[in-house]
């Protein structure tokens, strides 16, 4: 079985403080991505990799950076977090090119306080 | 206009109920469909893809309308275990960047 696994489950930060969300998945999979959930707004692509060292905007790419220095790490980073970035984030992967199914991480929520 | 939109619900039923959810996309162009099933507190995952024909798997039937632009998700003897909420997915293609999901529909199957 696939496993996308995110490093913190729950974290609480204040405003301007830098955070690091980790994502790591055990597949080999070349495409991985970073999204957000908001109630009401579905799930929305902020970055995604489709190898090492390459990465892309995604739909709300804005207060957000990402690093993929390993084939199965895909990092998001929030430089100075605001309170609007208080969300629930999601890692996703899957197979490369047109791949298809996203596998997930069981998420991220972050309150920026 | 939302690209993918879906009534949020929820959708009280008793077991052994069927229901039916629909999923309207504007995109013209979209060719992947999906329906995702996501649990409470946890990760969305793919429940089925969405084929022209149609296609069903169990006691859940997948259907797709061009010309109206929806797809919709039938759930036949519904169950407890049903409850969840069903995120409608809709891409140009299948890489993971093409796709737009909807806001999901929220179904609690009761005793």
């Known amino acids: 079985d696939v496993k996308v696994t995110q490093s913190s489950r729950y974290l609480v930060k204040r405003t301007g403080e830098k955070v690091f969300l980790e994502c790591v998945q055990d597949m080999d999979h070349e495409n991985m991505f970073w999204y957000r959930q908001d109630p009401g707004l579905g799930l929305r692509l902020i970055y995604f990799?489709?190898?090492?060292?390459?990465?892309e905007k995604g739909d709300i790419p804005e207060g957000y950076s990402v690093s993929r220095e390993k084939k199965e790490r895909f990092s998001l980073i929030l430089e100075s977090a605001s309170t609007n970035q208080t969300s629930m984030y999601l890692c996703?992967?899957?197979?490369?090119?047109?791949?298809?199914?996203?596998?997930f991480g069981e998420g991220s929520r972050l309150t920026v306080l | 206009r939302k690209e993918v939109e879906q009534d949020p619900g929820p959708f009280n039923v008793p077991e052994g109920a069927t229901v039916a959810f629909n999923c309207t996309y504007s995109n013209s162009a979209s060719q992947s469909f999906f329906w995702y099933r996501q649990d409470c507190r946890k990760e969305p995952k793919l429940l089925m893809s969405?084929?022209?024909s149609g296609n069903e798997d169990g006691r859940f039937t997948a259907q797709l309308n061009r010309a109206s632009q929806y797809i919709s998700l039938l759930i036949r003897d519904s169950k407890l275990s049903d409850s969840a909420t069903y995120l409608c997915?809709?891409?140009?293609?299948?890489?993971?960047?093409?796709?737009?999901f909807g806001g999901g529909t929220r179904l609690m199957v009761k005793p």
């Open positions: 996703a992967s899957s197979l490369g090119g047109n791949g298809g199914e996203l596998f």
């Open positions: 990799s489709y190898d090492v060292k390459m990465k």
């Open positions: 997915v809709v891409g140009v293609n299948n890489a993971g960047n093409m796709l737009t």
């Open positions: 969405v084929y022209s």
